[in-house]
């Protein structure tokens, strides 16, 4: 039982905190969705340890495009699924390239480990990054697609900063400033 309450304070200080903390600066939703997108197919990555740095990479070279601390808080979030997305990424890319099926045994893990990868385990590497590229613009689009809207209602719920002039007002909204006008 300690070990669920020390992962419950870690969940809220790691993921739930930063979040309501980005939803409460008031970001626009569509940055936010394309940055979770990004955060989330790069945190896909099927090559442990490299999605910080590909993340980091992404984030200097789209600058503003990207709201860098969604990027890397949904890089985390995606961190247990890149690990069960590896064997699939590796068969689709075996699957798209034609290429041999790789068995996974625990001497292929243990060649890998020890720095004695044959010409068959780096393969695998490559089928399973063939994979993820395949798959990563549709992975893209889902969760963009998925997360707008989200985005939308969470930054106007938990949003304490005054509308921006790129969001659009309610209706209800528009007719106070109406009334406002008349006054």
Known sequence: MANIGLLTIWLNKKIVEPLLEILRKGAEPKLLAFSAALGFTIGLFPICGTTVII????????????????????????????LSLM??????????????????TSDALKKVLTLQASHEVLLSIAHALLGWLVAAPFIFAAVYILSLPLFKVLVHKFSTRPLSPKRSLSPTEGRLKDDEKEI
């Open 55 to 82: 993340c980091g990479l992404a984030i200097a070279s789209l600058g503003s495009h990207c709201h860098a601390p969604t990027v890397m808080v949904i890089n985390l979030i995606a961190t247990p699924i890149e």
């Open 87 to 104: 064997v699939p990424f590796l068969r689709f890319g075996e699957y798209v390239s034609g290429g041999p099926h790789f068995p996974l």
